[in-house]
């Protein structure tokens, strides 16, 4: 079960743009010290693993979410009570295959992205907001579920819509399932 | 309708400049070069009041015989100036003003992209849409 619900009493906001300038910041100092685009999305999705892991307890202790029963649910509770809670969008879901076990989170506003027009020249590989993928991964792994997160489609290269791909790697095991969620 | 738009970093170098007819752009290139020191005169004429009022317009430089030539400076330094057709009798005061803002805007949005390093020619797309549609407009 999740913790008791009540949220923290104070609630720090800081401001969104100070916010989206230090992450392209970020990302635009990586491309410097690193040449190739997969070490740069490697980096940010370390980075992101890191937050992530840190984040899921903020996310449970904050959030009143219920244990959740089913990969879809779990896919909701990431898009409409997280992606609220931290960026302040709603991505929409869908769901690909029959064994329900692959997920989209289609964002067709990315906040982090806001300032950026198009990829530098030369780095037509870069994953901008890879860090996303690297926090969910280490969310998700943070209460036992072993998840592979891509981009599939990415606004900055050119697609209509930025697509972030969610696959469960694992079914769901019923003992570490109940430990808490 | 502007003929000629120029962004002058800090420095005096220019950032950006584009003009219409592209066969004159030298001569608009030199009348760009030549208002720069209208836009230091007027800044330092009125340096005090104009930081105090925070008022970035500078207002008209000079006008030549086919052309006006108008001045904006941002409190970065960074100078916008824009080049009117002065046959052109409709286009107000107002109007070149709420031009400059949305130049500004624009130049802001550039500035904020983070693979844009500051001073560096500006290549951004959006910003050259901004500029084109501001030349054909028919004011």
């Known amino acids: ?181 | 309708m502007a003929v000629c738009i120029a962004v002058i970093a800090k420095e005096n170098y220019p950032l950006y400049i584009r003009s219409t007819p592209t066969e004159s752009e030298l001569k608009f290139h030199y009348m760009v070069h030549t208002s720069l020191d209208v836009v230091d005169e007027k800044i330092s004429a009125m340096g005090k009041a104009l930081v105090d009022q925070r008022e970035l317009y500078l207002g008209l430089l000079y006008p030549t015989e086919d052309y006006k030539v108008y001045g904006y400076v941002t409190n970065s330094k960074v100078k916008f100036v824009m080049v009117v057709d002065s046959s052109n009798t409709a286009l107000r005061d107002n109007e070149i003003r709420s031009m400059f803002r949305k130049l500004h805007n624009s130049y802001t949005d550039v500035m904020c992209n983070p693979f844009y390093n500051p001073g560096d020619r500006i290549q951004s797309r959006a910003f050259d849409t901004m500029v084109t549609s501001m030349m054909i407009q028919v004011c």
């Open chain 1, 1 to 181: 079960m999740s913790r008791p619900a009540h949220k923290r009493p104070e609630y720090h906001k800081i401001n969104k743009d100070l916010f989206v300038l230090t992450y392209g910041a970020l990302v635009a100092q990586l491309c410097k010290d690193y040449e190739k685009d997969e070490d740069v999305n490697k980096y940010l999705d370390k980075m992101g693993y890191n937050i992530g892991t840190r984040l899921v307890e903020d996310f449970l202790a904050r959030s009143c979410v219920r244990r959740c029963h089913s990969y879809s649910e779990i896919i909701n509770i990431i898009a409409q009570v997280a992606f609220k809670m931290y960026l302040g969008i709603t991505p929409s879901v869908t769901c690909h295959n029959s064994s329900r076990n692959e997920f989209s989170l289609i964002l067709h506003k990315n906040p982090l992205a806001e300032f950026v027009e198009e990829l530098p020249a030369g780095r037509s590989a870069l994953c901008y907001c890879n860090l996303l993928c690297g926090i969910i991964r280490g969310a998700l792994e943070m209460v036992h579920l072993a998840a592979n997160v891509t981009f599939l489609q990415d606004r900055l290269k050119g697609d209509s819509v930025t697509e972030i791909g969610i696959t469960f790697l694992k079914k769901l095991d019923e003992k570490k399932y109940r430990r808490k969620k």
